[in-house]
């Protein structure tokens, strides 16, 4: 069974950290790219970060970028979203996604395994 499990949402402070997980089983790691998503009530899911399909640069939205980095533990399954220098615009639920290898559009309608999603919460 393919599945998705994202961990380590929360409650933090604005300039705050925290760093998501996303573990994968029920399918062949390598074979695919995990990105990070966001979604907030009444806007559609947008990418956050997404891996580089050829070890070149990773894809990061303009407002996390130089404060997000999506890292990949291939040993573990596992893909990270370290995000620092929170804000309460981040604010959403976050998801991880897979997408075939080969794929380089970070946009979820190019995605074919999601998770639950995890929430995060940037407050004072």
């Known amino acids: 069974e393919v599945q998705l499990v994202e961990s380590g949402g929360g409650l933090v402070q604005p300039g705050g950290s925290l760093r998501l997980s996303c573990a994968a089983s029920?399918?062949?790691?390598?074979?695919?790219?995990i990105g990070w998503f966001r979604q907030v009530p009444g806007k559609e899911r947008e990418g956050v970060s997404c891996?580089?399909?050829?070890?070149?640069?990773?894809y990061y939205a303009g407002s996390v970028k130089g404060r997000f980095t999506i890292s990949t533990d291939n040993a573990k399954d596992t893909v990270y979203l370290q995000m620092n220098s929170l804000k309460p615009e981040d604010t959403a639920v976050y998801y991880c996604a897979a997408q075939r290898v080969g794929t380089s559009t970070c946009h979820p309608a190019w995605f074919d395994y999601w998770g639950q999603g995890t929430q995060v919460t940037v407050s004072s």
């Open positions: 029920g399918f062949r790691f390598v074979d695919y790219n």
């Open positions: 891996p580089s399909s050829t070890g070149g640069t990773a």
